[in-house]
Protein backbone atom coordinates (compact mmCIF):
# COMPACT_ATOMS: atom_id res chain seq x y z
CA UNK A 1 0.00 0.00 0.00
CA UNK A 2 1.83 3.34 -0.90
CA UNK A 3 1.52 6.04 1.61
CA UNK A 4 -1.33 8.94 1.57
CA UNK A 5 -0.35 11.86 -1.22
CA UNK A 6 -0.59 15.15 0.91
CA UNK A 7 -0.36 17.40 -2.06
CA UNK A 8 -3.09 15.86 -4.04
CA UNK A 9 -5.02 15.83 -0.12
CA UNK A 10 -3.54 19.46 -0.17
CA UNK A 11 -5.51 19.93 -3.59
CA UNK A 12 -8.59 18.21 -2.78
CA UNK A 13 -8.77 20.37 0.39
CA UNK A 14 -8.05 23.72 -1.10
CA UNK A 15 -11.26 22.55 -3.80
CA UNK A 16 -13.57 21.74 -0.81
CA UNK A 17 -12.44 25.02 0.71
CA UNK A 18 -13.29 27.04 -2.36
CA UNK A 19 -17.02 25.26 -2.56
CA UNK A 20 -17.66 26.02 0.98
CA UNK A 21 -16.67 29.73 0.39
CA UNK A 22 -18.94 30.29 -2.64
CA UNK A 23 -21.86 28.19 -1.14
CA UNK A 24 -21.86 30.23 2.45
CA UNK A 25 -21.41 33.66 0.21
CA UNK A 26 -24.56 32.46 -2.32
CA UNK A 27 -26.73 31.65 0.41
CA UNK A 28 -25.93 34.95 2.33
CA UNK A 29 -25.97 36.96 -0.78
CA UNK A 30 -22.37 38.01 0.01
CA UNK A 31 -21.11 40.85 -2.00
CA UNK A 32 -17.90 38.84 -3.49
CA UNK A 33 -20.21 36.50 -5.44
CA UNK A 34 -21.29 39.45 -7.47
CA UNK A 35 -17.73 40.62 -7.99
CA UNK A 36 -17.11 36.95 -9.27
CA UNK A 37 -19.88 36.52 -11.51
CA UNK A 38 -19.47 39.98 -12.70
CA UNK A 39 -15.99 38.92 -13.72
CA UNK A 40 -17.27 36.04 -15.71
CA UNK A 41 -19.94 37.98 -17.42
CA UNK A 42 -17.30 40.98 -18.68
CA UNK A 43 -14.70 38.24 -19.94
CA UNK A 44 -16.56 35.59 -21.60
CA UNK A 45 -19.92 36.24 -22.15
CA UNK A 46 -20.13 39.88 -23.68
CA UNK A 47 -17.62 38.52 -26.21
CA UNK A 48 -19.60 36.26 -28.73
CA UNK A 49 -18.90 35.76 -32.18
CA UNK A 50 -19.72 33.40 -34.57
CA UNK A 51 -16.67 31.27 -34.48
CA UNK A 52 -16.63 31.21 -29.90
CA UNK A 53 -20.10 30.03 -30.19
CA UNK A 54 -20.09 27.15 -32.25
CA UNK A 55 -16.95 25.87 -30.68
CA UNK A 56 -18.44 25.90 -27.09
CA UNK A 57 -21.93 25.10 -28.37
CA UNK A 58 -20.56 21.92 -29.18
CA UNK A 59 -18.04 21.51 -26.48
CA UNK A 60 -20.44 21.95 -24.09
CA UNK A 61 -22.43 18.76 -25.23
CA UNK A 62 -19.23 16.82 -23.74
CA UNK A 63 -20.38 17.77 -20.08
CA UNK A 64 -24.20 17.04 -20.82
CA UNK A 65 -25.68 14.24 -18.09
CA UNK A 66 -27.02 12.12 -20.56
CA UNK A 67 -23.86 11.97 -22.07
CA UNK A 68 -21.95 11.53 -19.30
CA UNK A 69 -24.39 8.48 -17.89
CA UNK A 70 -23.69 6.36 -21.23
CA UNK A 71 -19.76 6.76 -20.99
CA UNK A 72 -20.21 5.59 -17.25
CA UNK A 73 -22.91 2.55 -18.39
CA UNK A 74 -20.02 1.72 -21.08
CA UNK A 75 -17.31 2.13 -19.30
CA UNK A 76 -18.94 -0.12 -16.50
CA UNK A 77 -19.89 -2.84 -18.73
CA UNK A 78 -16.27 -3.63 -20.41
CA UNK A 79 -14.81 -3.03 -16.46
CA UNK A 80 -16.80 -6.00 -15.49
CA UNK A 81 -16.39 -8.07 -18.30
CA UNK A 82 -12.18 -7.54 -18.07
CA UNK A 83 -13.05 -8.39 -13.72
CA UNK A 84 -11.59 -4.70 -13.14
CA UNK A 85 -13.76 -3.93 -10.22
CA UNK A 86 -12.00 -1.12 -9.11
CA UNK A 87 -12.44 0.80 -12.21
CA UNK A 88 -16.27 -0.36 -12.06
CA UNK A 89 -16.57 0.89 -7.96
CA UNK A 90 -14.59 4.25 -9.42
CA UNK A 91 -16.63 5.28 -12.46
CA UNK A 92 -19.87 4.39 -10.69
CA UNK A 93 -19.17 6.37 -7.63
CA UNK A 94 -17.45 9.67 -9.37
CA UNK A 95 -19.64 9.78 -12.67
CA UNK A 96 -23.00 8.23 -11.34
CA UNK A 97 -23.57 9.38 -7.12
CA UNK A 98 -20.98 12.29 -7.43
CA UNK A 99 -21.52 13.64 -11.13
CA UNK A 100 -24.86 13.28 -11.56
CA UNK A 101 -26.84 11.95 -8.07
CA UNK A 102 -24.85 14.40 -5.34
CA UNK A 103 -24.88 17.31 -8.24
CA UNK A 104 -29.14 17.14 -8.43
CA UNK A 105 -29.66 16.95 -5.03
CA UNK A 106 -27.15 20.19 -4.56
CA UNK A 107 -28.59 22.24 -6.83
CA UNK A 108 -32.34 21.55 -5.61
CA UNK A 109 -30.12 22.51 -1.96
CA UNK A 110 -29.09 25.85 -2.89
CA UNK A 111 -31.91 26.62 -5.83
CA UNK A 112 -29.96 29.14 -6.77
CA UNK A 113 -31.41 30.69 -10.59
CA UNK A 114 -29.72 30.67 -13.52
CA UNK A 115 -28.44 34.07 -15.54
CA UNK A 116 -31.05 36.62 -15.98
CA UNK A 117 -29.37 37.34 -19.35
CA UNK A 118 -29.71 35.58 -23.29
CA UNK A 119 -28.83 31.92 -22.69
CA UNK A 120 -27.54 30.40 -25.96
CA UNK A 121 -28.65 26.71 -25.28
CA UNK A 122 -31.82 25.83 -23.67
CA UNK A 123 -31.26 24.73 -20.31
CA UNK A 124 -33.71 24.09 -17.17
CA UNK A 125 -33.22 23.74 -13.29
CA UNK A 126 -31.12 25.49 -10.86
CA UNK A 127 -27.72 27.59 -11.31
CA UNK A 128 -25.36 26.01 -8.62
CA UNK A 129 -23.14 24.21 -8.60
CA UNK A 130 -22.63 23.52 -11.99
CA UNK A 131 -23.18 20.51 -13.37
CA UNK A 132 -21.42 20.86 -16.55
CA UNK A 133 -18.28 21.50 -14.61
CA UNK A 134 -19.05 18.79 -12.10
CA UNK A 135 -18.98 16.33 -14.58
CA UNK A 136 -16.51 17.74 -16.72
CA UNK A 137 -13.93 16.89 -13.81
CA UNK A 138 -15.78 13.63 -12.50
CA UNK A 139 -15.86 12.13 -15.73
CA UNK A 140 -12.52 13.46 -17.81
CA UNK A 141 -10.61 13.58 -14.56
CA UNK A 142 -11.33 9.55 -13.61
CA UNK A 143 -10.71 8.81 -17.19
CA UNK A 144 -7.46 10.58 -17.13
CA UNK A 145 -6.44 8.62 -14.13
CA UNK A 146 -7.59 5.56 -15.44
CA UNK A 147 -5.02 6.17 -18.43
CA UNK A 148 -2.25 6.75 -16.29
CA UNK A 149 -2.70 3.60 -14.37
CA UNK A 150 -3.61 1.42 -16.95
CA UNK A 151 -2.08 2.79 -20.28
CA UNK A 152 1.60 1.92 -20.42
CA UNK A 153 2.57 3.63 -24.09
CA UNK A 154 3.60 6.93 -22.39
CA UNK A 155 3.06 9.26 -25.65
CA UNK A 156 -0.12 7.91 -26.43
CA UNK A 157 -0.96 8.02 -22.56
CA UNK A 158 0.54 11.83 -22.32
CA UNK A 159 -1.90 12.85 -25.58
CA UNK A 160 -5.11 11.47 -24.17
CA UNK A 161 -4.70 12.77 -20.69
CA UNK A 162 -3.71 16.31 -22.54
CA UNK A 163 -7.03 15.93 -24.32
CA UNK A 164 -9.47 15.42 -21.62
CA UNK A 165 -7.52 18.21 -19.77
CA UNK A 166 -8.30 20.64 -22.37
CA UNK A 167 -12.07 19.18 -22.42
CA UNK A 168 -12.13 19.40 -18.32
CA UNK A 169 -11.50 23.46 -18.59
CA UNK A 170 -13.26 23.95 -22.04
CA UNK A 171 -16.43 22.78 -20.76
CA UNK A 172 -16.78 25.25 -17.70
CA UNK A 173 -16.22 27.95 -19.69
CA UNK A 174 -18.83 27.09 -22.09
CA UNK A 175 -21.26 27.35 -19.98
CA UNK A 176 -19.82 30.99 -18.32
CA UNK A 177 -19.59 31.97 -22.32
CA UNK A 178 -23.37 30.58 -23.69
CA UNK A 179 -25.00 32.43 -20.37
CA UNK A 180 -26.35 29.41 -18.94
CA UNK A 181 -24.47 29.98 -15.40
CA UNK A 182 -22.60 32.48 -13.23
CA UNK A 183 -19.12 32.22 -13.06
CA UNK A 184 -19.25 31.30 -9.43
CA UNK A 185 -21.02 28.36 -10.75
CA UNK A 186 -18.52 26.80 -12.60
CA UNK A 187 -15.65 27.60 -10.26
CA UNK A 188 -18.01 25.86 -7.38
CA UNK A 189 -18.85 23.10 -9.23
CA UNK A 190 -15.09 22.63 -10.14
CA UNK A 191 -14.28 23.17 -6.52
CA UNK A 192 -16.21 20.53 -5.08
CA UNK A 193 -15.62 17.72 -7.91
CA UNK A 194 -11.62 18.13 -7.34
CA UNK A 195 -12.19 17.45 -3.89
CA UNK A 196 -14.64 14.54 -4.79
CA UNK A 197 -12.14 12.91 -7.84
CA UNK A 198 -8.92 13.07 -5.66
CA UNK A 199 -10.45 11.38 -2.56
CA UNK A 200 -11.89 8.38 -4.23
CA UNK A 201 -8.66 7.88 -6.25
CA UNK A 202 -6.72 7.97 -2.98
CA UNK A 203 -9.55 5.60 -1.22
CA UNK A 204 -9.97 3.10 -4.26
CA UNK A 205 -6.12 2.85 -5.74
CA UNK A 206 -4.54 2.98 -2.38
CA UNK A 207 -2.55 -0.08 -3.43
CA UNK A 208 -1.53 1.68 -6.77
CA UNK A 209 2.57 2.40 -6.39
CA UNK A 210 2.79 4.46 -9.61
CA UNK A 211 1.21 7.95 -8.69
CA UNK A 212 -0.27 10.57 -10.99
CA UNK A 213 1.69 13.10 -10.06
CA UNK A 214 4.87 10.88 -10.82
CA UNK A 215 6.25 9.67 -13.77
CA UNK A 216 3.50 10.98 -16.19
Not at 27 to 44: A, S, T, W
Not at 183 to 205: A, P, Q
Amino acid sequence: MRKFDYFQLGLALTGLFVFIILAIGILLRLPFINFIDELGYHLLYQHHNPEATWFFYNATRAGNPKWTALVMIVTTVISIIIKKYDVTAFIVINVGCFGLGAMALLKDFFARARPDIIQLVPVRGFSFPSGHSMNAILLYGSIIILLHYYMEKRPIRLMLMLFFATLIVIIPISRVYLGVHFLSDVIGGMGLSGFLLIMSKEFIFKYRTREVFEHA
